[in-house]
């Protein structure tokens, strides 16, 4: 049958240890940043996640690997909803190690989106950002800071923040199965109160996520992955692109 992340993981919940619960509620949903452009990490618009439960959730469930493993592209959709108002789009990541470039995904040829490429290079703690149309030919060069990104990097910077999560069974999504993980779990089915769930890979790729703080949400679904190296040049400024000083 067809539920939300958060239907298939409330029936899990009563299973969670009460002590873990209790530290993951002190400790809080991160409030990192996707991008450049929330504090709230961007998720999903349309069918969010069918699972399947593929078992009682448990900590003894195995959970994947907190970085993917190898290289690959999603394109996913998202939608923000904070102070209300909503935001939603769709966009493509293509990772290869540290690297990882961003951007938006137009669904009509006519649709106005914001053309801003992302390069990150986690090694060199940098983010190149730069617009293919723009005339100019500029990019320009920042240090990374505290942003995270979830779709590129794994669960690992919401785990470092918030402590491990708790898996709370399992689902498929763009034809991939995956586990779901989360945080603060004690509030899913429940009106108020943080809580982030994100549906993970056995390599370790991020393929949905659910996300509420206060009084905003956001979430997250892949709707296509490759497990394929992206090339080089995905990496890189376009040719003639020189530094914005």
């Known amino acids: 049958p067809s539920k939300s992340i958060e239907t298939a993981a409330q029936a899990g919940i009563h299973q969670v240890e009460d002590g873990f619960a209790r530290y993951i509620a002190r400790a809080g949903a991160p409030r990192y940043k996707f991008g450049m452009k929330s504090r709230f990490a961007v998720l999903s618009a349309a069918p969010l996640l069918s699972l399947l439960m593929l078992g009682s959730a448990s900590q003894a469930q195995t959970v994947p690997p907190a970085r993917p493993s190898a290289p690959y592209i999603v394109e996913f959709t998202w939608e923000k909803q904070e102070a209300g108002t909503v935001e939603k789009g769709r966009r493509r990541i293509s990772v290869d190690g540290d690297k990882a470039r961003e951007e938006a995904v ?140």
Do not use: H
């Open 106 to 245: 137009p669904a009509r040829k006519d649709e106005i989106v914001d053309a801003r490429v992302r390069i990150f290079d986690r090694k060199a703690a940098t983010v190149i950002v730069f617009d293919p149309t723009d005339a100019s030919k500029r990019f320009k060069t920042s240090p990374i800071g505290d942003e995270a990104n979830p779709m590129a990097e794994g669960y690992e910077p919401i785990q470092k923040l918030a402590g491990k999560p708790i898996p709370v069974g399992g689902g498929q999504v763009a034809g991939n199965k995956c586990t779901a993980l989360a945080w603060g779990a004690e509030n899913i089915g429940r009106p108020t109160g943080d809580r982030q769930i994100l549906c993970v890979a056995d390599d370790g790729i991020v393929l949905s996520l659910e996300r509420r703080a206060g009084s905003g949400s956001a979430k997250l679904n892949a709707v296509k992955l490759s497990r394929e190296q992206p090339g080089p040049d995905l990496f890189a400024p376009p040719a003639g692109f020189t530094p914005d000083r």
